[in-house]
């Protein structure tokens, strides 16, 4: 069973930065695709990031284009999200997910089989 722990959350101010970083753990984790997303109190979860396992390619959200980085060490089972020029948009809770098999919608958190707990990030203005 893989087990997936975020941590790094906090709160910032606008403009400033924070670095997420998700910790896998379990016996054998070789994931086709790991993701983050985030969710605001009273919104749907949204995508923001998605990188490959093996060859390390991104995809990212409009929204964090351009100010966040996903990342991943594949010698340590982490995935980083470093997150600049951050927003009081960008307030919400984080996770990171795991997707076992390719899957054609990469930005649809059904496509993923592993999820995190969580951790809240709060931008003030």
């Known amino acids: 069973q893989v087990q997936l722990v975020e941590s790094g959350g906090g709160l910032v101010q606008a403009g400033g930065s924070l670095r997420l970083s998700c910790a896998a753990s379990?016996?054998?984790?070789?994931?086709?695709?790991m993701g983050w997303f985030r969710q605001a109190p009273g919104k749907e979860r949204e995508f923001v990031a998605a990188i490959t396992w093996t060859g390390g390619s991104t995809t990212y959200a409009d929204s964090v284009k351009g100010r966040f980085t996903i990342s991943r060490d594949n010698a340590k089972n982490t995935v980083l999200l470093q997150m600049n020029s951050l927003k009081p948009e960008d307030t919400a809770a984080y996770s990171c997910?795991?997707?076992?098999?390719?899957?054609?919608?990469?930005?649809?958190?059904?496509?993923?089989?592993?999820w995190g707990q969580g951790t809240q990030v709060t931008v003030s203005s």
């Open positions: 379990g016996r054998t984790f070789s994931p086709y695709r």
């Open positions: 997910a795991a997707a076992k098999y390719f899957r054609a919608y990469l930005d649809r958190s059904a496509e993923y089989d592993y």
